[in-house]
């Protein structure tokens, strides 16, 4: 069950942009690591973001395939965290899942969503070339 609201996601052709949204419940938007996996057919779950709250307001981190392409960013008010996906590559196509947890996020798990933290119902990201 999905504790985490997603939204945004869909098609769009390479070079495109996307924005997914995770409303965040406010018992755990706080001191936590907030972050947006992704996991294609075939692939492990993989971390492509996240933003550590647990000791700061915030450091960013990103996987290397995406540095200069997504912007992870959060509004405190709205609860919500946004992953902004710019110059868009078929490489990216994936189910994206939004999760959070007062412990650091792991980089990777076998499948999304996992035992560990809380998690979104996944969004279908697809990139055509």
């Known amino acids: 069950e999905a504790q985490l609201v997603e939204s945004g996601g869909g098609s769009v052709q390479a070079g495109g942009s996307l924005k997914l949204s995770c409303i965040v419940p406010?018992?755990?938007?706080?001191?936590?690591?907030m972050g947006w996996y992704r996991q294609a057919p075939g692939n492990e779950c993989e971390l492509v973001s996240d933003i550590n709250k647990i000791v700061s307001d915030g450091v960013t981190h990103y996987k290397d395939s995406v540095k200069g392409r997504f912007t992870i960013s959060q509004d405190v008010t709205k609860a919500t965290l946004y992953l902004h996906m710019n110059s868009l590559k078929p490489e990216d196509t994936a189910v994206y899942y939004c999760a959070a947890d007062r412990r650091r996020l792991p980089s990777r798990f076998s499948v999304c969503p996992d035992d560990f933290g809380y998690w979104g119902q996944g969004t279908q990201v697809t990139v055509s070339s």
């Open positions: 406010g018992f755990i938007f706080q001191y936590s690591d």
